[in-house]
């Protein structure tokens, strides 16, 4: 039975993932992804917890994981979003280019290992935690790796609440050209909301749905990064080429879900309530990612990730203006 194996640790997982989750309720600037990781990290750093925990934690921190982000598609119209997206597509498309450029540019020049390179790139371009929560397994990515990433995504999140509003009323932006700015170059939805509703209702509307349009994309960067680790072992003969192992599946049950809610078979009330379910699932599995994060490895990666992820972030920003300039939107 997993549980009796698993108990202690899924336990400890699911009691400090419901504080973490409720503070960010509380505190949604903060949001709860970070409280979940901070607490995990303070604790797992402080604390030695016993080995009978272990077991537990690793499960958490994997397949609560991947079960949290199969249960978010619960939420996504595609209908909706194909209506969203026909209208954006250039732009979210090109900043999620750049941002996976720039960071494999600026990631190379910085000397960032690769999988935080992936980890910020993707987590930039698409959408904070939850982004970097689906490529992590598909390209393989130690638990420090993944708990920095997040964490440098937060810090931009945080900034860009208090910066947009200004420098959208600084150049003029209409609601809507403000709405699919913050909708393409904030990362966390949270952050997304935050700042372009004190901007105006229409570019709140208008940047959720990008945002969650946006969402979607997980899909074929997951399948991407996935294709790429197999194709680099296939390379370096580490192991046996095999189809159903690469294949992050829980991106492909990401999608059923979507498929479902979008063809009514899960009611729109219902989906947000699985959807609920699925971001509490994500912070309990990041709390436990937190829990296994040795401090010492930040120390290590330095601060070269952090510029990383100014400079990416930058990219985006100024992409997604030039972009809309271009197609006549801005």
Known sequence: MIFEKKGKGILLCLGLGTI?????????????SIFGILSGIIIGNIVKLPTSFKAGINYSGKKLLQY?????GASLNLVKIWEVGSQSFFVMLGTLLIALFSAFAFGKILGVEWNLQALIGAGT????????????????????EIAYAISVIFLYNVLAVLIFPFFGRLLGLSQMAFGLWAGTAINDTSSVVAAAYSYGDIAGD?????????????????????LYTAWKKKSSAETKYDVKKIIPWFVIWFLVAACLNSLGIISPDIGKSISSIGKFLIVVALTAIGLKTDIKQFKKAGFKPLLLGALVWGAVIFSSLLIQFLTGQL
Not at 20 to 32: D, M, Q, R, T, W
Not at 210 to 215: A, G, M, P
């Open 20 to 32: 973490a989750y409720f503070a960010g309720k509380e505190i949604p600037l903060l949001g709860s």
């Open 68 to 72: 949290g982000i199969i249960l978010l």
């Open 125 to 144: 371009g698409i959408c904070g935690g939850s982004a970097i929560a689906a490529v992590a397994p598909a390209i393989e990515a130690e638990d420090a």
């Open 206 to 226: 208008y940047a959720t749905i990008v945002k969650l349009t946006r969402t979607t994309m997980i899909i074929p960067i997951a399948l991407s990064f996935a």
